[in-house]
Nanobody, 125 residues
Framework: VQLQASGGGLVQPGGSLRLSCAAS????????VGWFRQAPGKEREAVSC????????YYPDFVKGRFTISRGETKNTIDLQMTNLTPEDTAVYFC???????????????????WGQGTQVTVSS
């Protein structure tokens, strides 16, 4: 199982950014895949999760209406579209999965065993 996150960068407050997670070693037809983030000095937290068997999504309240997780246009990718970004969204963003977990809600409330390397998102003027 391999996950490769990309798309991070520097964006101004109010701006948008799209992250992509390329998955290999498994197919996106059953396990949930999620995006998590970790800011300096803070715990890692879930920001969006997708059940790949039924495309049900889960978002914590602090990103609802701003973040959208979806299948990417490229096969075997999961994208995270982030809009209306604030400096509080600055963090390293990771994609993760648990091959035994199909529920997006459950994945976002767990610590998945499979992680990709992170991609830095910095929101600053």
């Amino acid at each position: 199982v391999q996950l490769q996150a990309s798309g991070g960068g520097l964006v101004q407050p109010g701006g948008s950014l799209r992250l992509s997670c390329a998955a290999s070693g498994f197919t996106l037809n059953r396990p949930a895949v999620g995006w998590f983030r970790q800011a300096p000095g803070k715990e890692r937290e879930a920001v969006s999760c997708l059940s790949t068997n039924n495309d049900i999504t889960y978002y914590p309240d602090f990103v609802k209406g701003r973040f959208t997780i979806s299948r990417g246009e490229t096969k075997n990718t999961i994208d995270l579209q982030m809009t209306n970004l604030t400096p509080e969204d600055t963090a390293v963003y990771f994609c993760a999965t648990d091959l035994s977990q199909a529920s997006s809600y459950a994945l976002c409330h767990s610590r998945p065993p499979n992680w990709g390397q992170g991609t830095q998102v910095t929101v600053s003027s």
